[in-house]
């Protein structure tokens, strides 16, 4: 690996000193894998304190960032200094984004005692688990803990998100539709505690009854996964998801488990890493587009298969068999 | 591939005049650029905290409220102090010409008023920072 | 099916004609983005029943009007809104306005007081004065109306979430000339809902605030029974970008909020719905406005009378006032926003109002110079005597494009209404922020079909003026108010008996604690000089704060 270049020591410098710009700017060379990203990353990865993540994740709507500025607010009367990164969807169409969870954590306590970041999904595959992983990880090294790490809704970024947290809070509102479809959305495998907002409103404990009974139908049990009810807009409930949440925390840095529950990260996280820098590899390597263009060419022309070309591919061509 | 644009839309001040700022917001974003919205009443203080924490390229401001002396030497002031006073400050409202004169002087960028075309501002705002990155 | 009627054959044959010809390459649609035709006949009417419909001026339903004579018997008001700097100078400025003929007056505050701050409070820094007058105690309200007697004018306070103390501080000045508040006459705004919806000028959440008004509305019916309670604003949903049809909806949507919130607060429905009235605004599609004015008449009086069940006729009439749309204006080329102004005034008056602010040219620039404000006053004073539409009575009645308006617009309220029912009323519609994304996307469609040049406003996006120099006086505001107003705030609390001060704070925030009627504890407070913002912090910490969801 090729050593931190000098203005990136400096910045490096200012970072460990505590200057939250320097955060700012280390935060934006990993979300856009500038030059250097990676020698930072592992500079990061040498100071972390494995600070403890909450993913809080659940359809659009849900009071998410209200839920999230409820939680932050209450870890920082704690003493702890808390880091958040909010992640809203890239417009498929334009490549832009509206960040707009922000505004939704406007109490006055967290704005000035919490470090905000938002993020936008920019679409590449693999890419936002990856980046908000090393978001994190630069949030843990600066001394954020805990760190809240808030995903809107369905699809792919919140499984990402999930992958990267210790606890998952997955938020359902009475009126997103019941239980059932929570679970087609594959919010169930993700849960460590459910959190059942605007709980003020009809429905709610039909909502929470229903999740409850689709959680007894999971095979390991050896979690009971905790439904609370809150009202983010009016603070109630926040105390007993807290309490959800830290006992969550308690079941896997328990002995044996946590052991296993931190390989497991360590694991997912190479994987990761690993597959998405081949295929980065892949696609800078000169004369690839060439060689696909070629294959690309004999499967019209019905020579070969798709599935021959992958051999072809990645044994004559990229010595990779 | 070039990086996003990223850019804090801001509403300082006690009006509530948030139409402009919402439009611009959204075709900021339609110009392909990351937009983080602060929402209303904001202080020059809590703007500057945003700006400094999403790492911005450009703050930009509305102000319909007659305000926007205060407003924006507040803003620039506090970017200055905390070391960031690469970031472009720009923005638009009811602003005299006089005073937007005066503001240019003081480092703000161009200033829009009622009526201009959203696509001027996107423009105006990628050709600013294209420039500054090439720098 | 029936035989053809020989008009309607004409009509077939004409639609075959002008199938042929050659349109000019525009949008053919309102403002609003509603499809008009190229020809409005008695086929689009097909339903039309007179008395139902239309009946007459002073009669239910009341689309041709609110009262018998109209305005032969009496003018609407030219009631130009308007206020800045320190109270002196909002003073000097509607004496002014009164000398040339205006008959009521507006105040227009700035956004500390509109937001419950004094003066002298951190967050007032730079808004002190700027849109409007500095009122932060009743020594202002003292200042600004000396020598006008308010036995003799009507007074209009665009007023939201502190409407309360306002009225009471205009109570207290009363008091000092010696008139009785059963004499006072005028409106306070007070509406919240479209504060939430469009305005976002809130303090306190929705349920405390929908408390305060219904504790004005019982007060003000003993207390100042000639004063209008809520001025329920569709003005600022249209400012915010909305349509046409979104600003009649909502708007009405909200009035009927209130008139539930009353009955639910135990009061009947007609001592108090007399007093609410209305306030729209008129944008640049003359007969749209004018069907909207004639639907929303309509509407309201249908709804009191049979699902209010309300009996006082008094109740089923809307009265409003027009203000022409600020955001119609242009920056460029300001001179023509006299005509524009113009033509929207022309509409409101068409439409039957009771009172109408016309906008002064500069307004897209800074606040208007009195020579701005004297021309805008006189656009009214020439419809009135000149242009000879004030002699008959709704005088559009009959046309077949106006009344299938009329009812096109009807109907799309009646959707909009049934919509926010589904939603579970306005308040729970504002918390998931219905209205809001209605109209951030009606706002930013319009703003597309602007740029994109499929709908043109002179002197904007086509006949545009190169190099144009904008030569036009403004009206500036001197630093020195903010510092004038933070001294005189500073003497204020020196100079007054603070233990009296706190003793009534504390009776306050009792009585929000209770519940009971808040309205005589502000009375007491402003009576010895409590300050605005002392009096609203008491409540912000009894309530809490409302906090922009911003809605995209």
């Known amino acids: ?50 600070a403890f993540r909450i993913g809080v994740t659940g359809p659009p709507g849900a009071g998410k960032s209200t839920l999230v500025s409820r939680l932050a607010r209450y870890y920082l009367q704690s003493e702890l200094s808390v880091g958040i990164i909010a992640v809203d969807p890239t417009s498929p169409f334009s490549g832009g984004a509206l960040l707009g969870d922000r505004v939704r954590m406007q109490d006055e306590g967290v704005q000035s005692g919490a470090f905000i970041r938002s993020m936008a999904t920019r679409g ?11 978001v994190a990880l630069a949030m843990d090294a600066f001394g954020k803990e805990p760190i809240i790490l808030e995903t809107v809704g369905v699809g792919q970024s919140e499984l990402d998100i999930a992958n990267s947290a210790d606890t998952t809070v997955v938020v359902l509102v009475p009126e997103s539709g019941d239980g059932i479809q929570a679970m087609k959305a594959g919010l169930m495998e993700i849960a460590d505690v459910f959190c059942v907002n605007k709980a003020d409103r009809e429905g709610a404990e039909a909502l929470c009854r229903e999740i409850a009974v689709i959680c007894e139908m999971r095979s390991d049990r050896s979690w009971e996964i905790p439904i609370v009810q809150t009202v983010a807009t009016r603070n109630e409930g926040t105390e007993e998801l807290v309490r959800a949440i830290e006992s969550h925390r308690e079941f896997i840095t328990e002995g044996e488990r946590y052991h296993l529950h931190l390989r497991q990260q360590i694991r997912s996280d190479l994987q990761e890493l690993l597959e998405r820098e081949i295929s980065m590899r892949l696609q800078f390597r000169n004369g690839f587009e060439e060689l696909l263009e070629k294959q690309v060419g004999r499967i019209e022309s019905g020579e070969i298969s798709p599935y021959e070309a992958v051999d072809i591919l990645l044994g004559k061509e990229l010595k990779l068999q | 591939m070039a990086e996003k644009i990223r850019v804090l839309v801001g509403k300082p001040g006690l009006d509530g005049h948030d139409r402009g700022a919402k439009v611009v917001a959204r075709a900021l974003r339609d110009g392909g650029m990351e937009v983080i919205y602060t929402g ?10 945003a700006a400094l924490q999403e790492d911005v390229d450009v703050v930009a401001l509305s102000i319909l409220s007659g305000a926007h002396m205060t407003m924006f030497s507040r803003v620039l002031e506090l970017l200055k102090e905390n070391g960031a006073d690469h970031i472009l400050v720009t923005g638009g409202g009811i602003i005299p010409e006089e005073d937007i004169k005066a503001l240019g002087e003081m480092g ?28 | 099916m029936a035989k053809k009627t020989a008009s309607q054959s004409d009509q077939e044959a ?90 009521g007056l507006s105040v227009a505050f700035d956004m500390a007081t509109i937001m419950g701050y004094d003066s002298d409070h951190p967050r007032a820094r730079g808004e002190v004065g700027r849109c409007g007058v500095a009122v932060s105690s009743l020594a202002d309200m003292e200042t600004i109306f000396d020598g006008i007697p308010l036995d003799k004018i009507s007074t209009s ?10 009225l009471c501080f205009y109570i207290a000045v009363g008091e000092k000339q010696g008139v009785d508040s059963k004499l006072l006459t005028g409106t306070i705004q007070n509406d919240i809902l479209k504060e939430y919806i469009a305005q976002k000028s809130w303090i306190f959440p929705p349920e405390p605030s929908m408390r305060i008004i219904t504790d004005i509305m019982a007060f003000a019916a003993e207390e100042v029974p000639r004063w209008n309670t809520i001025s329920i604003s569709g003005y600022h949903i249209r400012e915010a970008g909305s349509t046409a049809a979104q600003e009649l909806a909502f708007t009405l949507a909200d009035g009927f909020a209130y008139v539930e919130a009353g009955i639910a607060a135990g009061l009947d429905v007609d001592t108090f719905a007399p007093r609410l009235s209305h306030f729209f605004n008129a944008h640049l599609d003359f007969f749209e406005e004018i069907a909207k004015y004639r639907a929303a008449r309509r509407i309201w ?86 242009s000879g539409v004030a002699n008959t009575i709704d005088p559009l009645a009959g046309s077949y494009y106006v009344e299938s308006f009329t009812n096109r617009l009807e109907e799309q309220a009646e959707e909009y209404f049934q919509k926010i029912e589904d939603l579970g009323g306005v308040i729970k519609a504002i918390e998931v922020g219905f209205f809001q994304k209605e109209i951030a996307d009606a706002a930013y469609r319009y703003q597309k079909e602007i740029e994109e040049k499929r709908r043109i406003i002179v002197g904007l996006n086509d006949f545009v003026l190169p190099d144009e120099k904008v030569e036009i ?28 001060v706190e003793r009534t704070l504390k009776e306050l925030r009792k009585s929000a604690n209770e519940g009971s009627n808040l309205l005589p504890r502000i009375l007491v407070c402003t009576r010895c000089y409590a300050t605005l913002g002392e009096i609203i912090q008491v409540l912000r910490e009894e309530f809490g704060e409302y906090k922009d969801p911003a809605y995209f």
């Open chain 1, 1 to 50: 690996m090729a050593p931190v270049s000098s203005n990136r020591q400096e910045l490096l410098k200012r970072f460990f000193g505590g200057d939250r710009l320097a955060l700012s700017r280390v935060i934006s060379i990993i979300e856009n894998e500038r030059d250097g990203y990676r020698e930072i990353l592992a500079s990061l990865y040498a100071n972390s304190h494995k």
């Open chain 1, 124 to 134: 590449s595959v693999g890419g936002l688990a990856q980046a908000s992983r090393g």
């Open chain 2, 40 to 49: 209303l009443h904001q202080t020059p203080e809590m703007i500057v905290e």
């Open chain 2, 108 to 135: 703000v960028g161009r200033l829009f008023g009622p009526g201009t075309p959203t696509d001027e501002i996107v423009e105006y705002i990628r050709g600013a920072v294209e420039e500054a990155r090439a720098k």
């Open chain 3, 14 to 103: 004409f639609q075959e004609k002008v199938k042929t010809c050659k349109f000019r390459d525009v949008l053919y649609e309102t403002i609003s983005g509603d499809e008009v035709k190229v020809l409005y006949t008695p086929e689009d009417l097909e339903d039309f029943d007179y008395q139902r419909d239309l009946g007459y001026p002073g009669e239910f339903p009341y689309t041709r009007g609110v009262h018998t004579d109209m305005y032969r018997g009496r003018l609407w008001t030219m009631r130009q809104f308007s206020g800045f700097g320190t109270p002196e100078d909002t003073n000097k400025r509607y004496k002014f306005l009164l000398e040339q003929g205006q008959t």
């Open chain 3, 157 to 166: 306070m665009t007023i939201n979430a502190p409407a309360a103390m306002l």
């Open chain 3, 301 to 386: 009086a249908r709804h009191m009378r049979e699902k209010y069940k309300a009996k006082n006729p008094r109740s089923w009439l809307m009265r409003f006032h027009t203000q022409t749309a600020g955001c119609s204006l242009t920056s460029q080329q300001p001179e023509n926003n006299i005509i524009r102004t113009a033509y929207e005034a022309l509409s409101a008056v068409l439409g039957g109002t009771q009172s109408l602010h016309t906008n002064s040219m500069d307004e897209t620039l800074a606040l208007p110079t009195e020579k701005a404000v004297l021309i805008a006053l006189r656009t009214q004073q020439i419809i009135a005597s000149e």
């Open chain 3, 473 to 500: 006086d403004v009206l500036r505001i001197s630093p020195q108010v903010e510092k004038r107003q933070i001294e005189k705030l500073a003497k204020l609390r020196a100079e007054r008996d603070n233990g009296e």
